[in-house]
């Protein structure tokens, strides 16, 4: 069953402006099924999966171009780069909107060819798992998160109620669609297969891994640390790597759609501000699976409680802005006093700080650290606790209590 996405939207706008479409994310959050079912017209698919079409994508990329003439869509084109060149002049020969659209993972080569190759005639999309919202079926309503209290009014209305047990539930299973959408599906099974499949198709492409026992050992340890300050050493040692190869497997991870990385809020003005930016898996079903947690009980009554469900308010809200076409632009405010703020959401010149709490009984003591933005000499507009309470209210003027089902 298809879950309409909050991408949509975007995608039919892009494709008015744009010959080529290119939409990149991570294996399983679905952006075939999403392509597929805005594909209208007598589109053509091809997906280079498929060993005869690779080869003819690579041994032949023009008598493949005459095959698979627009509008086509074209499957995992990250196999057959060559194809790039001929989609650019297929694309200034017609002059026309839409002609090719194109899915892949974010491999740096296949970046760095769509950048030279289809330069001001593409547009790169994201693709994530499903969102909460998604989810539940009020996708066209999902937009950035901005803390207002029309805004958080507006999407308790329409956000449902999300209970401990419930949350957890959703955490541990992840917003894979294949996962999030059918819940008689093994959890253990697919994720075991998942990596399989990721270690086999994407980390092969990626790098030459040398073990493939030591990159599992590698990612069970970063998995380990979401929602913490990425710490290189730390990492490489506890994974008994080197260091250089501990950064070589984080940009795979980075590349892959594994991970995120938030950035440290730095300016001139506030040099005491830390650099080192923050960890955090996308996706906390894959996450809890490979830190070994066999049930959403057993994750929320133990160690990681708390980081898994920080992860999973970070995820969403990146979703929010990368399902609408917009750069996140999300940074964390840690200074050498050991003094840290979650997030910074700033748009428009405004700074929105929020803090994320395993909480239902949240306190201004928990926002403290927000004075400290005053030094930053930028507006402080709305911010709070995104927690575990069943309504907001205000802990001081400008900032509030949210739920989490607010999002």
Not at 279 to 308: N, Q
């Amino acid at each position: 069953m298809y879950i309409q996405r909050t991408l949509e939207t975007f995608v039919e706008s892009a494709d008015k402006q744009f010959p080529v479409l290119f939409v990149t994310g991570a294996r399983q959050v679905g952006k075939t099924t999403f392509l597929s079912k805005l594909s209208k017209n007598g589109r053509k698919f091809v997906t280079l999966d498929d060993p005869l079409a690779l080869g003819a994508a690579k041994e032949d990329p023009a008598l493949f171009m005459q095959k698979y003439s627009p509008p086509v869509l074209i499957d995992e084109v990250q196999y057959a780069p060559e194809l790039l060149p001929y989609i650019k002049m297929a694309a200034d020969k017609a002059k026309r909107k839409g002609m090719f659209w194109l899915t892949g993972s974010q491999q740096f080569h296949l970046m760095k060819g769509v950048s030279e190759s289809l330069a001001g005639r593409v547009a790169v999309i994201s693709l994530m798992g499903l969102s909460r919202r998604e989810l539940i079926g009020v996708c066209r309503e999902s937009r950035p998160f901005i803390p207002s209290p029309v805004e958080i009014n507006s999407r308790m209305e329409s956000g449902g109620i999300l209970n401990l047990q419930s949350l957890y539930r959703l955490i541990w299973r992840g917003s894979y669609p294949a996962i999030a959408s059918n819940d008689q599906l093994d959890r253990d099974l697919f994720y075991s297969s998942y990596m399989q499949t990721y270690l086999q198709r994407d980390v092969r492409d990626l790098a030459r891994v040398g073990s493939e026992a030591s990159f599992v050992r590698f990612i069970r340890a970063t998995a380990a640390r979401t929602a913490q300050i990425l710490n290189m050493t730390e990492l490489a040692r506890d994974a008994d790597v080197a260091v250089n190869t501990a950064k070589n497997w984080i940009s795979i991870l980075l590349t892959s759609g594994i991970i995120y990385l938030l950035e440290p809020y730095f300016t001139n003005i506030t040099k005491r501000l830390v650099k080192t930016p923050k960890l955090y898996f996308l996706d906390t079903g894959l996450c809890a699976y490979l830190t070994e947690w066999s049930s959403s009980e057993t994750l929320e009554a133990g160690a990681m409680s708390g980081a898994i469900l920080e992860t999973w308010i970070l995820s969403e809200l990146l979703k929010g802005f990368v399902h609408n076409g917009r750069r996140a632009p999300f940074y964390y405010y840690r200074d050498k006093d050991q003094k840290e703020i979650d997030l910074l959401i700033i748009q428009d010149g405004t700074i929105y700080p929020l803090e994320f709490k395993k909480t239902a009984s949240p306190t201004k003591e928990s926002i403290r650290h927000f004075e400290r933005l005053d030094k930053i000499g930028m507006p402080i507009g709305h911010g709070g606790i995104i927690c575990l309470v069943q309504d907001t209210w205000p802990l001081t003027q400008k900032h509030h209590a949210i739920p989490v089902s607010a999002l």
